[in-house]
């Protein structure tokens, strides 16, 4: 898979990959914490085959797009400004956005506060805040722990994109995984991705979300249980849920075939194909 880079609003590279069949039909799609955009190799492959174009990018910090030092770099308003700022480059006007996880949380403020952007949305296991904890005290003062950490810490990283085929089958919490995401993220991004993520809360946003919004949960996935995803689909009055039996978080992964069936169905719906 072969991609390129743009210059975003700040000047940070993002590297992204598009494959382009229907100019008139996009879907977008966004990869989790710690992940990269080979995560949605297969589901981009099914959705190709059916002559719709995908494009799919590394967020900022991840995989081979730009990394900084900065903390402010990785506000989750940069994640969608970047988003905004590809979607310029590449003209495209009436894009589906699906998100996993981190990403997810990405398309929501992404549609909240670009509501003219896009066609509609995909939340896959994702939230309005970080799951475990919420911004409360406590998450400051963790989040300030890890900004203390990183000044002791060599930057320990792996080039390149993981390998997720390996990890297919694997539970929410695995061990080799996270260390995979943390590696091939960088230690120094990964922590400094985890003080921003831990102290977010985009509840306020789900009300302006007005565009058709598919809102897939794995009944076991225990990083945003169910009741999340059904908090989700309550708050987001256009939206349905699908709850995909079995499937953990690693859903993209590990349920593709699930996945790309739920999606293909609401794009059905919506008139996309």
């Not at 810490?153 to 694997?170: R, W």
């Not at 009944?219 to 499937?247: C, N, Q, V, W």
Request: hydrophobic content about 40%; proline content about 3%.
């Amino acid at each position: 898979m072969s991609g390129k880079y743009f210059e975003s609003f700040d000047g940070a590279k993002i590297y992204y990959h598009k494959t382009e069949k229907d100019k008139n039909k996009w879907l977008v799609f966004l990869h989790g914490f710690g992940g990269d955009l080979t995560a949605w190799s297969k589901e981009r492959s099914y959705f190709s085959k059916l002559g719709i174009s995908t494009i799919a990018l590394d967020l900022r910090g991840h995989g081979l797009s730009e990394k900084s030092d900065k903390k402010d770099f990785y506000k989750l308003e940069n994640f969608a400004k970047d988003l905004k700022e590809l979607l310029k480059i590449e003209s495209i006007n009436n894009a589906v956005i699906i998100g996993h996880c981190f990403g997810g949380m990405v398309a929501i403020y992404f549609q909240a506060k670009f509501p003219n952007n896009s066609k509609g949305l995909v939340l896959v296991d994702t939230g309005f805040k970080p799951p475990f904890i919420s911004n409360n005290p406590v998450a400051k003062v963790f989040a300030d722990y890890l900004i203390r950490l990183l000044q002791s810490l060599p930057d320990i990283k792996v080039a390149g994109h993981a390998d997720f085929n390996k990890f297919q089958g694997t539970n929410d919490i695995n061990f080799q995984r996270i260390l995979s995401d943390i590696l091939h993220t960088s230690l120094r991004s990964y922590l400094l991705l985890c003080s921003n993520f831990i102290k977010l809360d985009a509840g306020k946003l789900l009300d302006k979300i007005i565009v058709p919004t598919l809102v897939v949960e794995g009944t076991k996935d225990s990083i945003f249980p169910m009741e999340i995803a059904k908090y989700l689909h309550k708050r987001i009055e256009t939206s349905e849920l699908d709850l995909i039996e079995g499937a953990n978080h690693i859903i993209v992964i590990n349920n593709p075939v699930e996945l790309e069936e739920s999606i293909a169905e609401f794009l059905k719906k919506i008139n996309f194909i």
